[in-house]
């Protein structure tokens, strides 16, 4: 049969805790190795306070992993108010400690959880005893017992059914139908030591027996061929199996309802203000229309011409209109009148070239040309108020 590493670790700290109490039965002590460190009953009920939402933790496999790896996933999974105080105290080994009550029933009685497929162990913790002899009782997981008859569908019937999976913790004689079937769903403590269960029997007089099945919502690796919850079938012995030796398997797994489709609202509909409707609009975005009902088949509507729907109506200028421009002259006539008359009509060359840009200059130069053109007219002034002046004399 499949070997099992076991959920606790006593036997081996108190293997270790006796080969100490043999070493010192040999050892004279002396007497300042044996004061005492004294705690009152004030610090104890102090200390008993904050230990109280304390857990203990063990990933049930004999593989090494980082202890940082395994904070950082479990932390992630757990999302917890307030981060846990994590810390290793053994092999695969953890003691947790929460800040509040919620924290504590989400690890504890939550789950059942996995870190990298195996089996996460935990259990309240006191805090008084070591960690290496404390005995884990199993792994809580949710199952289902399906096809049970209404007529028998009762508390103490199902709680003796249930008992036959593992220690009952729970039961819901109607839970939501997140999975597909007729069940009732119950959450057990299994022993790691025992197979897991493929069905419950349930005789009644005068109907005989009837098997009913169990399911289960979420199992970490077992292995499919003893039905243990310790490593997958492939790690089991040399790990090639037939399909016959395979008596565990998927099968065993609930299997969860499709989700039914989510429909859009309807938009509103109502009087109102604004992009709302109003109480006679129509609901939601009108139909396309087809190339039938929108004509679009007529040859007459789709000739391409000014009046075609689908190209908009250019303007239309006829040739003598082209290329003319008005000129206005306000010469006088015979008459003596100023008024603006039409004389006649030049023609431009659509060809005719435009004249070209004035050269660039740079804006220092203007400022010299400028500040040039200035001084000469000052000058020339100048001169010309002097020649004035002598000839008034």
């Given at each position: 049969?499949?070997?099992?590493?076991?959920?606790?670790?006593?036997?081996?700290?108190?293997?270790?805790?006796?080969?100490?109490?043999?070493?010192?039965?040999?050892?004279?002590?002396?007497?300042?190795?044996?004061?005492?460190?004294?705690?009152?009953?004030?610090?104890?009920?102090?200390?008993?306070?904050?230990?109280?939402?304390?857990?203990?933790?063990?990933?049930?496999?004999?593989?090494?992993?980082?202890?940082?790896?395994?904070?950082?996933?479990?932390?992630?999974?757990?999302?917890?108010?307030?981060?846990?105080?994590?810390?290793?105290?053994?092999?695969?080994?953890?003691?947790?400690?929460?800040?509040?009550?919620?924290?504590?029933?989400?690890?504890?009685?939550?789950?059942?959880?996995?870190?990298?497929?195996?089996?996460?162990?935990?259990?309240?913790?006191?805090?008084?005893?070591?960690?290496?002899?404390?005995?884990?009782?199993?792994?809580?997981?949710?199952?289902?017992?399906?096809?049970?008859?209404?007529?028998?569908?009762?508390?103490?019937?199902?709680?003796?059914?249930?008992?036959?999976?593992?220690?009952?913790?729970?039961?819901?004689?109607?839970?939501?139908?997140?999975?597909?079937?007729?069940?009732?769903?119950?959450?057990?403590?299994?022993?790691?030591?025992?197979?897991?269960?493929?069905?419950?029997?349930?005789?009644?007089?005068?109907?005989?027996?009837?098997?009913?099945?169990?399911?289960?919502?979420?199992?970490?690796?077992?292995?499919?061929?003893?039905?243990?919850?310790?490593?997958?079938?492939?790690?089991?012995?040399?790990?090639?199996?037939?399909?016959?030796?395979?008596q565990y398997g998927d099968f065993m797994f609930?299997?969860?309802?499709?989700?039914?489709?989510?429909?859009?609202?309807?938009?509103?509909?109502?009087?109102?203000?604004?992009?709302?409707?109003?109480?006679?609009?129509?609901?939601?975005?009108?139909?396309?229309?087809s190339s039938q009902e929108a004509a679009l088949?007529?040859?007459?509507?789709?000739?391409?011409?000014?009046?075609?729907?689908?190209?908009?109506?250019?303007?239309?200028?006829?040739?003598?209109?082209?290329?003319?421009?008005?000129?206005?002259?306000?010469?006088?006539?015979?008459?003596?009148?100023?008024?603006?008359?039409?004389?006649?009509?030049?023609?431009?060359?659509?060809?005719?070239?435009?004249?070209?840009?004035?050269?660039?200059?740079?804006?220092?130069?203007?400022?010299?040309?400028?500040?040039?053109?200035?001084?000469?007219?000052?000058?020339?002034?100048?001169?010309?108020?002097?020649?004035?002046?002598?000839?008034?004399?």
């Open positions: 049969m499949a070997s099992s590493s076991g959920y606790g670790s006593g036997g081996a700290a108190k293997s270790s805790q006796k080969e100490i109490d043999d070493l010192l039965a040999h050892l004279d002590l002396r007497e300042d190795e044996l004061e005492d460190v004294v705690i009152g009953a004030e610090e104890v009920k102090e200390l008993q306070k904050e230990s109280r939402w304390l857990a203990i933790a063990k990933v049930h496999t004999s593989r090494s992993f980082s202890s940082d790896a395994f904070f950082g996933k479990m932390k992630a999974i757990w999302n917890l108010s307030r981060d846990p105080i994590c810390r290793e105290a053994g092999e695969n080994l953890f003691v947790i400690q929460m800040h509040c009550l919620g924290d504590w029933k989400k690890i504890v009685h939550q789950g059942p959880w996995t870190f990298r497929g195996w089996a996460v162990l935990i259990e309240d913790y006191d805090g008084k005893e070591d960690p290496e002899q404390f005995v884990f009782g199993g792994l809580y997981v949710w199952a289902q017992i399906h096809g049970i008859p209404e007529r028998y569908r009762k508390p103490w019937v199902v709680d003796d059914l249930a008992r036959r999976v593992g220690k009952t913790m729970e039961v819901q004689m109607s839970p939501k139908l997140f999975y597909e079937g007729n069940y009732v769903r119950i959450r057990v403590l299994i022993e790691l030591n025992s197979p897991l269960k493929h069905v419950v029997s349930l005789n009644i007089d005068g109907e005989g027996k009837k098997r009913l099945y169990v399911k289960y919502d979420k199992v970490p690796f077992f292995c499919k061929h003893y039905g243990l919850i310790v490593h997958n079938h492939e790690e089991c012995g040399d790990g090639v199996w037939g399909a016959k030796d395979l609930a299997i969860r309802r499709a989700t039914p489709p989510v429909l859009e609202p309807r938009p509103f509909a109502g009087r109102g203000r604004g992009s709302w409707p109003g109480r006679g609009a129509p609901q939601g975005i009108p139909p396309k229309r088949d007529d040859e007459g509507d789709l000739k391409d011409d000014a009046a075609s729907p689908i190209k908009p109506a250019a303007s239309v200028e006829s040739d003598d209109d082209v290329g003319y421009k008005r000129n206005l002259d306000f010469s006088d006539d015979n008459s003596g009148s100023t008024a603006p008359t039409t004389t006649h009509m030049e023609t431009v060359d659509p060809d005719a070239v435009p004249p070209p840009p004035p050269p660039y200059t740079d804006p220092r130069d203007r400022s010299k040309l400028r500040k040039t053109s200035n001084t000469t007219t000052e000058v020339a002034t100048s001169t010309a108020s002097f020649e004035e002046d002598r000839r008034a004399q």
